[in-house]
């Protein structure tokens, strides 16, 4: 059974241009969920998801991101314009389908964002 | 504000030996769960306490919970080299704004030595 899937792995980019982070969670699992982590530092809320749906996005700055997890294809996270301090970690989680209170969250490897 | 805070932040010990690393938040919780973070890598999810509960034990991992104190523990028996990773305490509670979450501390950087 594949483990929470994140491509790519590291990503360069440019100041102002567009940054796509892809997600796939684990088989069966429903809940998505989005972290920044930033060096030293422990794992930041950005964003929850369900298919179609954001139910929770109160950890993801108002401008210039964005996040969907469509009913096909994988969840995106999308940076728009970036600026120097989007530079991170950004990783993904899934859990499975059913109550996700009490249930562990599986992570995927992360992709590192650095702009240039 | 860090709603979970690890100490101490690093933690060299030889191998063989216990590794305890304690972990304080600040409001009510629904659970507590543990993670490790090898260099490079997700996360990888140890142990999920629930606020009912004191202690818990899987293999050489033991955690206890004290709510009153708003403090959790976690000892690695007999460490192996391999342990050596980042270990974080995640603290799940209500966010208000429709679900619960998963706040982090910065973690305690653990190094066993062979």
């Known amino acids: 059974n594949a483990g929470v899937m994140q491509n790519p792995r590291h990503l360069v980019r440019r100041r102002g241009q567009e940054a796509r982070l892809r997600c796939s969670p684990m088989?069966?699992?429903?809940?998505v969920y989005w972290y920044r982590q930033l060096p030293e530092e422990g794992l930041k809320f950005m964003v929850y998801?369900?298919?179609?749906?954001?139910?929770?996005e109160s950890g993801m700055p108002k401008e210039r991101f964005s996040a969907e997890f469509p009913k096909e294809g994988p969840s995106i996270l999308r940076i728009q314009q970036v600026v120097r301090g989007d530079s991170a970690a950004y990783f993904c989680?899934?859990?499975?389908?059913?109550?996700?209170?009490?249930?562990?969250?599986?992570f995927g490897d992360g992709t590192r964002l650095s702009i240039l | 504000s860090q709603q979970g805070e690890e100490d101490p932040q690093a933690l060299s010990i030889q191998e063989g030996e216990n590794a305890t690393m304690n972990c304080s938040y600040k409001?009510?919780?629904?659970?507590l769960q543990w993670y490790r973070q090898n260099s490079g890598r997700g996360l990888v999810h140890l142990i999920l306490i629930r606020s009912n509960e004191r202690e818990k034990h899987s293999g050489r991992l033991r955690v206890t919970l004290d709510t009153s104190k708003k403090s959790s523990s976690l000892l690695i028996t007999a460490s192996r080299a391999a342990d050596t990773a980042s270990y974080f305490c995640?603290?799940?509670?209500?966010?208000?704004?429709?679900?619960?979450?998963?706040?982090f501390g910065k973690g305690t950087k653990l190094s066993v030595i062979p």
């Open positions: 088989k069966g699992h429903s809940h």
């Open positions: 409001t009510s919780i629904n659970n």
């Open positions: 995640a603290t799940d509670s209500y966010s208000g704004a429709g679900s619960y979450q998963l706040t």
């Open positions: 989680a899934s859990s499975p389908l059913g109550d996700p209170t009490n249930q562990p969250q599986h």
């Open positions: 998801l369900q298919k179609e749906n954001i139910i929770d």
